[in-house]
């Protein structure tokens, strides 16, 4: 089957300007997760969705970050007025459940951000 | 607040080598640990999941043990292939849902 998808692949936008980062996860996963990772640095946390509950959004690095997602199926990760220091990969994964499962994270290819 | 790290950052061995990457977690109250590869460019590829309750787990030419207790885990590569060359990644599941990432170990094997 269809593994998470994640699209544009890479993006290159002027600082100032918004933008929509997409993701389709897996088809059943209810747990959709958003991470990023900057030059040279490991993997952060940004925010999370489990089905219908309020999504966990104590990663977001400023109120500039904003994340939907629809039921259980697509979400969209929204930057506004972004700054040099957003250019990261920003990856999406999915999993069949959350809160301390045991079920393990489907990765997407991620998009790649450049702020010029 | 969980912290993962991993040694050493980067290593070149010959191909057929066997060697280990280490991991280390400090809080020991984790729901599972992940091992993952991540290729240039690419997203992340699920190697193995080990359960807070099982010691190790095993696919192939690769084998993760898992040690609670101390906060750590090991993942063993037999016979290394220019293949394998990737950067690794250790994350732990703790209380909260979302994994907790080490900035991996970039590994180059030469044929």
């Known amino acids: 089957g269809a593994g998470v998808s994640q699209s544009p692949s890479n993006k290159v936008t002027e600082k100032g300007k918004d933008v929509e980062l997409r993701c389709d996860p897996i088809?059943?996963?209810?747990?959709l997760y958003w991470y990023r990772q900057r030059l040279g640095q490991g993997l952060e946390f940004l925010i999370y969705?489990?089905?219908?509950?309020?999504?966990?959004k104590s990663g977001l690095p400023s109120d500039r970050f904003s994340a939907e997602r629809t039921g259980e199926s697509v979400s969209t990760l929204t930057i506004q007025r972004t700054q040099q220091e957003d250019s990261a990969v920003y990856l999406c994964?999915?999993?069949?459940?959350?809160?301390?499962?045991?079920?393990?994270?489907?990765f997407g290819p991620g998009t790649r951000l450049t702020v010029t | 607040k969980q912290e993962v790290t991993q040694i050493p950052a980067a290593l070149s061995v010959p191909e057929g080598e066997n060697l280990v990457l280490n991991c280390s977690f400090t809080?020991?109250?984790?729901?599972?640990l992940q091992w993952f590869r991540q290729d240039p460019g690419k997203g992340l590829t699920s190697l193995l999941l080990?359960?807070?309750?099982?010691r190790e787990q095993t696919s192939g030419r690769l084998n993760a043990s898992l040690d609670k207790s101390s906060g750590r885990s090991t993942l063993y590569i037999a016979a290394s292939q220019p293949g394998d060359s990737a950067t690794y990644l250790c994350?732990?599941?703790?209380?909260?849902?979302?994994?907790?990432f080490g900035k991996g170990t970039m590994l180059l094997v030469s044929p």
């Open positions: 809080d020991s109250a984790i729901y599972n």
């Open positions: 994964a999915s999993s069949l459940v959350s809160r301390g499962s045991s079920y393990e994270q489907y």
């Open positions: 994350a732990v599941i703790s209380g909260y849902s979302t994994l907790t």
């Open positions: 080990i359960q807070s309750s099982q």
């Open positions: 969705f489990q089905g219908n509950s309020a999504p966990d």
């Open positions: 088809s059943g996963h209810t747990a």
